[in-house]
């Protein structure tokens, strides 16, 4: 619909646009959409496993038994890391849309946090 609008406005008629290619560009840009998230998803949670591996390093071996030839305790922890940090991503998502569909004056200041400013 917007496409239409668009290319009304620089004089090209509507007969050149097809509905099935707005609907295709349409599926395409959700696939894409989606894609990205699960990316990002896959990229924070390896990020979650990188941290927890880093806080076991130092801890002492305990007398679980060794899980895949590292110490269960230690295994436990970085499982753990990584589903929390899964949890916690997922509700932040939620909640900084939230945030930016009520304020969304915010938007320029929360691209300028994360460097895409």
Do not use: C, H
């Not at 753990?80 to 569909?101: D, E, N, Q």
């Amino acid at each position: 619909m917007l496409l239409r609008k668009f290319m009304s406005r620089l004089g090209i008629g509507s007969a050149q646009i097809r509905p099935n290619e707005e609907k295709e560009k349409k599926g395409k840009s959700y696939r894409m959409t989606v894609a990205q998230i699960a990316l990002a998803d896959i990229a924070f949670a390896v990020d979650s496993i990188l941290a927890a591996v880093a806080l076991v390093v130092d801890l002492p071996d305990t007398p679980m038994g060794d899980i895949g030839g590292m110490d269960g305790a230690k295994f436990i922890v970085i499982i753990i890391g990584a589903i929390a940090g899964l949890i916690v991503i997922r509700y932040a998502a939620g909640f900084f849309v939230k945030l930016l569909t009520k304020r969304p004056s915010l938007e320029k200041a929360a691209m300028l946090l994360v460097g895409w400013g």
